[in-house]
């Protein structure tokens, strides 16, 4: 297991320094120049900057960059590959995701990253002399970390070796726990967390809290089977105060044409110190700040803006006077800023779901976009809108497949982006190569979810009725219709989450976790139309990834055995 025996960049050196040593404990040397476990965990301080890294860690593994992150919502029943790779984000399966392929390692080593980095904090807690409620909240803190990377570990693969000690030396002798072995190791370390951190209201901005952690304890005990369980820990986060959803405008554009949705997605009103009491754990984004990732200059961070948004500027048709009537830049406005048309919403996440009620806020002008104005000041065409001139659109698959399409503009920040991005800062054009970022904090726990996952656990106990309330306290926010215990089923939840999170969600988790991937991707993504073998080429035994080759190789002394239907 590569990511045990090579922890961190500053017990590396230590640990080639001594491995395969075995000399008497009065010759061991303790390191004085050089950071280690040994002389690196000694102040409250020194953990606490151990436990930032893993808020980091973990806000990079499932939320920065265009590749890794997106795994969870490319080539699922929310959306495709329009770009025609592939090899690249799941454009085809066999080809996308194999036993040597970057996806299914990558995220077996940031968990495994995340598991040891834990287990030393853990480990060196013990020889502290902290007071029993120092330890106790360390200690909480650290575990949400490890549990939340053992449920993701279950989720993705199933089974897979656990590890709660620090590991100084290589070991060679891994073999796989029980998937449920897996869950109830993730369900043990949430609830300890969970009864012993803070209330939401009583942590910083961007911190883990009681209320955080029982949502992560609700889905894994949903993960157990445990619905019981699954519904006493949501509660306890539905039941708290200081945690509401959101109902009334509110935020930095709260005065602009809108609805209280919209509003969830404003550049700064994802926080608690925004009057935001429905996020319960949100990653934290500062441009052009040491720590805050994103920058104005260069791509960095969050990127479904560059993933989700269309490409109009790409638009290849001119008015009669023969201009483009969309700037040849992206904009800071509807048009969805500096998106490159990659991942295209399936038929079903973008038309199907919204059958039940189009006039679902949700799927408001505002927060679905369908249409946009044509932007270029220049053009005969300006502020008129495309749907105008379908005429002159739609020649091509490409036109709606990449150029223009309906997208959730949560993905972006219509006239919010930093003003260091502007090219002309009156039109709101955007430099190419800064642009593409999701340039706000980004949910990764909402209350609207909590909800849905205690709908799941009631489903899960038979009571369609009980179930049936919290979907319809979700749907009334959005001033939807409200659905009667008769039509709740485990696909009207999973649609009611694509009509709630969409892109937010790590969809691909979700689907793993209830066996669903193969069913609702085969149903729902029929992927790119011009391609042979885009999205229609899930296969079952891809509900779950395989064990990357590289980790069975290396373990010489056990067999870490390969999921069912991958190559050896």
């Known amino acids: 297991m590569r990511y045990f025996a090579s922890i961190n960049k500053w017990v590396l050196l230590i ?10 404990e ?47 919502i490319y080539g699922t029943d929310l959306g495709y590959n329009a770009a025609q790779q592939l090899n690249e984000r799941f454009g085809s399966y066999p080809a996308t995701l194999t036993t040597t392929s970057v996806q299914a390692l990558f995220h077996w080593q940031q968990y495994y990253k995340i598991i040891s980095s834990a287990n030393i904090i853990l480990n060196r807690l013990g020889n502290t002399s902290f007071t029993d409620d120092q330890k106790k909240a360390i200690e909480a803190e650290t575990r949400v970390f490890r549990g939340l990377a053992y449920r993701n570990l279950a989720h993705l693969y199933g089974g897979v070796p656990i590890e709660l000690n620090e590991v100084s030396s290589p070991k060679t002798d891994y073999t796989r726990a029980s998937r449920q072995q897996v869950y109830q190791q993730a369900a043990d370390d949430l609830a300890f967390a969970a009864s012993l951190l803070p209330d939401v209201e009583q942590v910083k901005d961007g911190k883990v809290s009681a209320s955080a952690a029982n949502h992560l304890l609700s889905e894994t005990y949903l993960s157990l089977g445990r619905f019981q369980d699954a519904v006493d820990a949501a509660s306890k986060v539905i039941a708290n105060t200081n945690n509401k959803l959101m109902t009334q405008r509110f935020g930095s554009l709260s005065k602009q044409p809108g609805d209280v949705y919209w509003d969830l997605f404003r550049r700064f009103n994802q926080n608690r110190s925004a009057g ?8 934290q984004y500062e441009v052009d700040v040491l720590g805050g990732v994103v920058r104005s200059a260069s791509l960095a961070g969050p990127m479904l803006e560059r993933d989700h948004s269309p490409r109009p500027y790409s638009f290849p048709y001119k008015d009669p006077s023969g201009i483009s009537p969309f700037l ?23 038309y199907g779901i919204w059958k039940y009620d189009w006039n679902d806020i949700r799927n408001s002008e505002y927060n679905f976009v369908r249409d946009v104005k044509f932007n270029n000041p220049a053009s005969a065409w300006y502020g008129q809108k495309l749907s105008d001139h379908l005429s002159v659109f739609r020649k091509t698959l490409d036109d709606t497949i990449r150029n223009f399409y309906p997208y959730q503009s949560k993905v972006t920040t219509p006239g919010q982006h930093p003003a260091e991005l502007f090219v002309d800062p009156v039109l709101k054009t955007l430099n190419a190569s800064g642009a593409g970022t999701t340039y706000s904090d980004q949910y990764f726990i ?24 919290d979907i319809n306290v979700v749907r009334a926010r959005a001033h939807a219709k409200l659905v009667t215990p008769a039509e709740v089923t485990i696909d009207f939840i999973l ?20 066996g669903l991937l193969y069913a609702r991707t085969a149903k729902y993504c029929n992927g790119h139309p011009t391609a042979a073998h885009f ?8 509900n779950l990834f395989p064990i990357p080759y590289s980790e069975i190789e290396r373990n010489t002394n056990a067999v870490i055995e390969q999921n069912p239907g991958y190559a050896k």
């Open 446 to 469: 909402r209350l609207a979810e909590t909800y849905l996952l205690r709908a799941e656990a009631h489903l899960g106990l038979g009571d369609q009725m009980a179930a049936a309330a």
């Open 328 to 350: 040849s830049l992206g904009v800071s406005d509807y048009t969805g800023g500096r998106g490159i048309g990659r991942f295209r919403g399936t038929n079903h996440f973008t």
């Open 15 to 24: 640990t080639i320094l001594t491995a395969g040593c075995n000399e008497k």
């Open 26 to 72: 009065i010759l061991r040397e303790v390191p004085k120049d050089f950071a280690s476990p040994e002389n690196s965990f000694i102040t409250e301080s020194d953990f606490n900057s151990a436990i930032i890294a893993l808020y980091d860690l973990t806000r990079g593994t499932l939320s920065e960059g265009e590749h890794r992150p997106l795994d969870h």
């Open 276 to 283: 935001n009491s429905e996020g319960i754990w949100v990653f």
């Open 495 to 514: 649609d009611e989450r694509m009509r709630e999170l969409g892109v937010e969600e790590k969809r691909r988790l979700t689907l793993n976790r209830l």
């Open 535 to 542: 999205g229609v080429d899930v296969e079952p035994h891809n």
